[in-house]
């Protein structure tokens, strides 16, 4: 009121300042206490997004929430029009409210609704996105859980036994490489590869027939060098150590407890090429005249990528171009494996071991010698180049506050040396005023004498 008659220059009286005055206006107090104890009911909007949730069908969602064109894992969020999701809760949940509410609660529910699900009117509220992620993610897995391999009730039941025999653990391992004839099993083979490439291709069949679903494993020992303790009733996961000649129980991350986090890894294009160019000495530069190809590899292992493509498929054409310039041995089989896996690790999916697959029809001796290769490369490659990125990240962050500081560190001499030269100026000012007044006060002084002499002269003369 205060506010609109200041604009309009529109004068107030006492009295309809007073009326509206919730500190002096008693009346006014009391009818908004009454108000006050009859209160709408605020409705529970985390149930209310559950309920959108419930009411679509998960993988008709998920597939219209797909950008068209995308090569990011399902499990990717990235791979999902996330901001389509939130206009449409948004506007399921408010249509909802305001359909079964009363139009003088209409107000009072609109303040609630923005408070809960915007925090100003650029941004959506943390905790609405951080709810609806979560929702997503978990559709996610359970979309996928029909689609993957369950535990292996036959090798249970070997590590149940007491004592536990080698042997027959080798035996089982030596016939599961038979499965990997169906593209089905082999792809799930190497998405677990993708995220435990630190352990042998045995280990990797052990690890799928124990637990299908796993975030990172290590000995109670690593988790201990991570500060994490292992929880009471914690399921171990028999490996094989040294030569395959013992067993080492392993924990899966879920399974410890304390104040370490899993980040999930995702791709950083920069970083890639930093560390491609100080790892290897690869270079890396875009190109317009490529033609109908996406990459080329000069005579320098300089690598040319087509400057047509969006960044995540700009990302699969380095990656493959790069392992074709360090890992030339490889047959075009292995060679799209390791791709696949490298990838796979960084969210993105790599459909061009679907085509070499079915066109080569490799049998099970097949891979005996290719998956020792394979784990090695994606290995060497995972451990240089994505600790490398990070390192790249942190050393980026570490120059650039060295840099600031240096700056501030320079600006604050520069500040200092300018007072001191005010300083200095002031004083010389200071000091050559003086001497100046000091000039101008004698040369009064003399003016009044010569002035005086003069006068008493002339009375003199008069006289």
């Keep these: 009121m205060l506010t609109e008659s200041y604009f309009t220059q529109t004068p107030l009286t006492e009295e309809e300042v007073f009326n509206h005055s919730t500190k002096f206006n008693a009346k006014l107090n009391e009818k908004k206490c009454k108000k006050a104890s009859s209160q709408i009911k605020v409705p529970n909007f985390s149930q209310k997004i559950e309920e959108y949730f419930k009411e679509k069908e998960v993988s008709e969602l998920l597939k219209r929430l797909t950008i068209p064109e995308t090569n990011f894992s399902k499990n990717n969020l990235k791979r999902y ?34 408070k809960y699900f915007y925090k100003n009117k650029q941004a959506y509220n943390s905790q609405f996105l951080s709810l609806v992620k979560d929702k997503l993610i978990a559709l996610i897995e359970k979309e996928e859980e029909g689609q993957t391999l369950e535990e292996d009730s036959a090798l249970l039941k070997l590590l149940s036994q007491e004592p536990i025999e080698l042997e027959r653990l080798n035996e089982y391992v030596r016939q599961s490489q038979s499965s990997l004839s169906s593209l089905t099993f082999y792809k799930q083979f190497l998405v677990h590869l993708s995220h435990a490439f630190y352990l042998s291709p045995q280990n990797i069949f052990l690890l799928m027939g124990q ?3 796993f975030t990172v494993v290590k000995t109670s020992l690593e988790w201990k060098y991570c500060e994490q303790e292992i929880k009471p009733n914690a399921r171990p996961i028999f490996l094989f150590g040294e030569n395959a000649q013992s067993l080492i129980p392993f924990f899966d991350f879920k399974d410890t407890q304390g104040e370490m ?12 090429i930093l560390a ?30 087509s400057e047509s493509l ?42 061009e071991l679907d085509k070499i697959y079915e066109s080569l029809k490799p049998k ?15 290995n060497q490659f995972n451990t240089q180049i994505t600790t490398r990125s990070l390192v790249e990240r942190e050393e980026v962050d570490l120059e650039n506050f060295e840099q600031e500081i240096k700056i501030c560190k320079e600006m604050e001499r520069n500040a200092l040396e300018n007072i001191q030269t005010v300083k200095q100026e002031k004083a010389e000012s200071q000091a050559t005023n003086s001497k100046k007044n000091m000039v101008d006060l004698g040369q009064l002084i003399e003016l009044e004498l010569s002035k005086n002499g003069s006068a008493t002269d002339e009375e003199g003369n008069k006289k």
């Design 81 to 114: 029009d996330l901001n389509m999701l939130f206009a449409e809760i948004v506007k399921s949940v408010w249509e909802n409210i305001a359909a079964n509410s009363k139009a003088e609660e209409e107000e009072r529910l609109k303040f609630y609704f923005r």
């Design 211 to 213: 637990l299908p679903y």
């Design 261 to 272: 986090s899993i980040a999930s890894p995702c791709f950083d294009l920069r970083n890639l």
């Design 276 to 305: 491609l160019k100080k790892t290897y000495h690869i270079e890396v530069r875009l190109s317009k005249y490529l033609g109908e190809r996406n990459h080329k590899i000069l005579n320098d292992h300089t690598l040319l990528i």
């Design 310 to 351: 969006n960044e995540s498929y700009t990302f699969q054409e380095l990656i493959v171009a790069s392992t074709e310039v360090l890992y030339p041995h490889l047959s075009p089989f292995e060679k799209a494996s390791v791709d696949f896996c490298i990838l796979k690790f960084l969210g993105i999916d790599y459909h």
């Design 364 to 378: 099970a001796h097949y891979f005996f010698d290719s998956l020792i290769k394979i784990q090695s490369c994606v």
